[in-house]
């Protein structure tokens, strides 16, 4: 039977999409690069060609969900809305379901803490540029008055991604909308908002800005 030669890029895909779906299934920490050969079955030096250990997949996996996050964040940052509306629609695309939050949920365990890191820094990281400028527009239009949009950003992303992170609050899932109004009533201060621009019943619709959000 002829070899199948795929593209680099396109075969890197396949090997992530069958460690993804791998990783989901039988778990992080159980799966070794054996079993994600055979999931993807590919050759061992081929597998080896594209990763070289379990982790660099783990952190390209990582790398691939925060980049979807960003890009579904960047969208809701530049419709047309006012930017109070377009913040929380922001924060409202940084959820994570499926899947990848399977996939996410297990960084939980104490085996996998640099991965659990990783995606929140990553995320955080991701998210602060767009949502400064989506304040920056609110200065403008007169919703905040913010001295440091990125400050505040960075500020209300860490709070919001740790307090309404259930894989750390383990056993607290009824305490997350009070955290999330929590959070975003705190955000209505560092941004200088008119207090229930952003707190209240539509902090409801939003879930925490990292990948943990269905975690």
């Known amino acids: 039977m002829p070899r199948i030669t795929k593209p ?4 890197r895909e396949e ?3 069958a460690a993804a779906a791998l990783f989901t299934t039988k778990g992080v920490t ?5 079993d994600i050969l055979g999931a993807v079955g590919v050759a061992k030096g081929t597998l080896y060609y594209h990763f070289t250990s379990k982790d660099e997949i783990l952190r390209s996996l990582i790398d691939r969900t925060v ?7 960047a969208q809701a940052a530049a419709a047309p809305l006012p930017a109070p509306e377009r913040l929380l629609a922001v924060i409202a695309a940084a959820r994570v379901e499926g899947e990848a939050a399977e996939m996410i949920d297990d960084l ?3 085996a996998n803490t640099q991965f659990h890191l990783r995606s929140l820094v990553s995320t955080i990281r991701a998210l602060t540029p767009i949502l400064v400028g989506v304040i920056e527009d609110g200065i403008d239009e007169g919703a905040f008055t913010c001295a440091d949009p990125r400050t505040a950003v960075e500020i209300i992303l860490t709070a919001g991604s740790m307090l309404t992170d259930e894989g750390i609050f383990t056993g607290e899932a009824d305490q997350r909308p009070r955290r999330m109004d929590g959070t975003l009533a705190a955000a209505e201060l560092l941004l200088g908002a008119t207090p229930g621009t952003l707190a209240g019943p ?7 800005a990292t990948p943990e959000a269905d975690s």
């Open 8 to 11: 680099a890029a396109e075969r």
């Open 15 to 17: 090997i992530l999409n």
């Open 30 to 34: 159980a799966s070794t690069m054996n």
């Open 67 to 73: 980049a979807e996050i960003a890009e579904r964040a």
């Open 108 to 110: 939980h365990d104490a």
């Open 202 to 208: 539509i902090a409801s619709a939003t879930s925490p």
